[in-house]
């Protein structure tokens, strides 16, 4: 499987320390590439990007694969952007 290039560049803005929110993965690879690359329906995982606690293990390990880093960093990334629409909906 050829991976879009388009991941490299999420890797080397994450290993910049430039990388703040799981959402911008997907302002730079499309929601419609990872979900085939996932073997995911668009529909679900875009459900499951927009509310990211759906997400399961699997499919952030396999994401952490295809972006080139590790999956606890990814967990973390995804946690906080959780921990901010939590805050965000009790404002």
Request: charge should be positive.
């Amino acid at each position: 499987m050829t991976l879009d290039e388009r991941y490299g560049h999420v890797k080397s803005i994450w290993v910049a320390g430039d990388l703040k929110s799981f959402h911008k993965i997907f302002t730079i690879v499309p929601k419609s590439i990872i979900s085939e690359d996932l073997g995911l329906n668009y529909g679900r995982f875009a459900r499951k990007v927009n509310n990211p606690e759906l997400l399961n293990f699997q499919e952030l390990q396999h994401m952490s694969k295809l972006i080139g880093v590790d999956l606890k960093s990814l967990v973390e990334l995804v946690l906080s952007d959780i921990e901010e629409d939590i805050r965000a909906r009790r404002r």
